[in-house]
């Protein structure tokens, strides 16, 4: 590694990236070298089977600051953002996706905020070119949803392109929970913090390694509102304890309208009726059993991440 002061570290989380590489490491320089004296950029490979380690590997020997970190297995992106995070020793940390839809031209902007003295630079997406506006409109609306239960205030959004100081990130890698959420900690984390407004661009190459209509857009949603937020709970006990109000209600009623106990109530009415009830208890037990899981990995103490082995880093 360089024995000189290193101003700024770039992160890159990536899998299976190797259409994109060439063009991002060219482009990324080219920002740097207007913006700071010493830079630094680490690639953290998340298990990629394409060509990707073999091209970093190429552009390491060609130039020392192009770094690696390779993961043991495939952890996913925030897992791999924590690493580069750590083994990072710039004395400002800017990350971003590597797919070039977040533009590396924009970080001399977030470096210019930093100068400024802010900890956290925030990049806010004001345009998504390259998506359906179903998609746009529904992204928006789960920023918005996730920071009104948050505890804390959440920039609205604002994705995973931002700016952190030194002091910041030292902040962020003392909290050790398990599948952190990484937008949550850096807005709990506090101190002076900014925004810049941007256009995100359609993905440069290859094809998407998270979908949208998945899985995974469920669990980062889950993930945003449980880290931040115990509303999910507390809404469960409000609603629950309406509809056993609501319940006790309709069968006094059915009593007094009736011969029966329930009589002449209609069968679609009780169906209803017991259908809400055992669906509400469910999406409790639900709610509940995503908040359970999140203690029993955190109580497990196990590592996040496990790093195999680095190109041009020191330690392990």
Not at 112 to 119: F, P, Q, R, V, Y
Request: net charge neutral.
């Amino acid at each position: 590694m360089s024995e000189k002061k290193i101003e700024l570290s770039v992160v890159y989380s990536f899998r299976n990236e190797e259409e994109n590489i060439p063009t991002l490491i060219e482009r990324t320089r080219k920002a740097l070298e207007t913006a700071v004296s010493e830079f630094e950029i680490i690639f953290v490979n998340d298990d990629s089977t394409d060509e990707s380690l073999k091209l970093l590997k190429q552009f390491s020997d060609e130039d020392s600051r192009i770094r690696v970190l390779n993961m043991s297995r495939r952890f996913g992106p925030t897992e791999c953002l924590m690493a580069g995070l750590k083994y990072s020793s710039g004395q400002a940390v800017v990350f971003l996706d590597s797919d070039l839809q977040d533009p590396p031209e924009l970080i001399p902007e977030l470096v210019g905020e930093w100068h400024k003295g802010a900890d956290v630079v925030h990049t806010v997406r004001r345009q998504r070119d390259g998506e359906t506006r179903a998609r746009t409109a529904l992204t928006s609306l789960a920023y918005r949803f996730i920071n009104i239960c948050s505890d804390i205030n959440l920039p609205v959004d604002a994705g995973d392109f931002k700016l952190l100081s030194r002091r910041a990130v030292e902040h962020v890698l003392t909290m050790k929970e398990s599948r952190p959420y990484i937008r949550g900690l850096i807005a709990w984390v506090g101190l002076h913090q900014t925004v810049v407004e941007y256009v995100r661009h359609g993905r440069y190459g290859g094809t998407p390694h998270f979908r949208f209509y998945g899985t995974s857009a469920l669990f980062q949603l889950l993930n945003g509102l449980t880290s931040n937020s115990a509303l999910p709970i507390y809404l469960m006990l409000i609603f629950g304890g309406l509809l056993f109000v609501i319940s006790m209600a309709l069968g006094i009623a059915a009593l007094i309208l009736t011969s029966g106990p329930v009589g002449g109530m209609s069968t679609y009415t009780f169906l209803a009726l017991f259908l809400s009830m055992w669906g509400t208890i469910l999406l409790a037990l639900g709610a509940l059993g995503f908040y359970i899981s999140r203690i029993d990995q955190n109580v497990r103490n196990r590592p996040n991440y496990i790093v195999k082995d680095t190109i041009g880093l020191d330690k392990i």
